[in-house]
């Protein structure tokens, strides 16, 4: 479908529906992304309208800043949103995220975009708490949706056509969410990847819905950490999952709510031990697999563990949501070229102070 570079209508109404009947929405109404609108949006970003940030599949389309910046309005962001939008938008055009591929599964697979750092706070207050992942914040919602309305609208992924989900989930339309550092006893989660503590990053993972993981802790218990493991452990290994069927390549993101987290970190846990104690118990015995799935699990000895993640580096362990029983497991595809890795770029979060 070829769509004119300005459209015309008689009015906002007839507007919002011509984008509807051109699928330039996610089905839900969007803000009309008139020139004066974009315009503004493109001169928060500081850069150069026609800068390609990258190639968006499955159609390849090249991600410029006017075209982001159109998604954007599209989706409802402040100017301060947008860095956030462009640095994910940069990391999931990165190879090694196979977005194009991602895009054409039938796996319900969706970008999670994690933002740590001042971002947090500068890219218009991305919440970590109550209901992050829920309705009712603001930026939350919008930049989510913005990278969503960019893969349909630049990548060219359609229900049914080029995005042949079986049936998706709600983290389709948004999936945001940053972490809780002050409410976090372990250090910020991009520290991990090798930034500074006050650098501006957003990760970006394709993930599943949330999988609810509820566990109350002993307090008196000395060793109250191996159930908590074993709990979280038993979410991850779920048998049902591609991480235990196809090999245990891909990422599993783990959001800790704050108690719980506290519990590991107190029996002296940090982020490394908590990823390699989860990559080791979340397995099953070959013959359980078998037993469930005998097509998809290759040959060998029935009592050899098949692990639901090899690389304990692909445990993305971060902290967020409210003090009490429930964390949160994101399963992931595992499939493309590799393997559906996580991916990460520094930004800076206020590359133009002033916006007319």
Same mark, same amino acid.
């Given at each position: 479908m070829t769509i004119p570079n300005l459209l015309s209508t008689p009015d906002e109404p007839a507007a919002v529906e011509l984008l509807h009947g051109l699928e330039c929405t996610d089905g839900l109404p969007v803000v009309l992304p008139t020139p004066e609108r974009v315009d503004r949006m493109v001169l928060a970003t500081g850069l150069d309208p026609d800068l390609v940030?990258?190639?968006?599949?499955?159609?390849? !389309?090249? #991600? @410029?800043?006017?075209?982001? #910046?159109?998604?954007?309005?599209?989706? +409802?962001c402040l100017p301060d949103h947008v860095p956030v939008v462009l640095a994910a938008i940069g990391a999931m055009c990165k190879p090694e995220f196979d977005l194009g591929e991602m895009q054409g599964t039938t796996h319900c697979t969706a970008p999670l975009l994690?933002?740590?750092?001042?971002?947090? =706070?500068?890219?218009?207050g991305i919440a970590s708490g109550f209901g992050a992942l829920g309705p009712g914040h603001r930026a939350n919602a919008c930049i989510g949706r913005a990278v969503r309305l960019a893969m349909t609208n630049i990548g060219?992924?359609?229900?049914?056509? /080029?995005?042949?989900?079986?049936? +998706?989930?709600?983290?389709?339309?948004a999936y945001c969410l940053a972490e809780a550092e002050e409410a976090s006893p372990l250090p910020p989660f991009h520290t991990s990847l090798g930034y500074s503590p006050d650098a501006s990053v957003v990760t970006?993972?394709?993930? =599943?819905?949330?999988?609810?993981?509820?566990? /109350?802790?002993? +307090?008196?218990?000395?060793?109250?950490?191996?159930?908590?493991?074993? @709990?979280?452990?038993?979410?991850?290994?779920?048998? !049902? /999952?591609n991480n235990m069927h196809?090999?245990?390549?891909?990422?599993? @993101?783990?959001?800790?709510?704050?108690?719980?987290?506290?519990?590991?970190?107190?029996?002296?846990?940090?982020?490394? /031990?908590?990823? =390699?104690?989860? #990559? =080791?118990?979340a397995a099953h015995p070959r013959r359980a697999m078998r037993a469930l799935n005998p097509k998809m699990v290759p040959a060998g000895d029935d009592d050899d563990l098949l692990h639901a993640v090899r690389d304990p580096a692909n445990v993305l362990v971060v902290v967020g949501g409210a003090g009490g029983l429930y964390s949160m497991v994101m399963p992931s595809w595992c499939g493309g070229p590799h393997a559906n890795v996580a991916v990460h770029a520094a930004f800076e979060p206020n590359p133009f102070c002033e916006v007319p």
């Open positions: 940030v990258g190639e968006m599949g499955p159609q390849g !389309g090249a #991600a @410029t800043v006017h075209k982001i #910046a159109i998604n954007a309005v599209m989706a +409802g994690i933002v740590n750092g001042p971002a947090r =706070e500068a890219c218009g060219g992924a359609r229900p049914g056509r /080029s995005d042949m989900a079986l049936l +998706g989930h709600p983290g389709k339309f970006v993972v394709g993930a =599943e819905a949330p999988h609810s993981v509820i566990h /109350s802790p002993d +307090g008196d218990d000395p060793r109250a950490d191996d159930p908590l493991l074993d @709990t979280l452990a038993a979410v991850i290994a779920n048998q !049902g /999952s196809l090999g245990g390549g891909g990422a599993v @993101t783990v959001v800790l709510n704050p108690d719980h987290a506290a519990v590991l970190a107190g029996a002296g846990h940090d982020r490394a /031990s908590i990823r =390699e104690a989860l #990559a =080791e118990r």
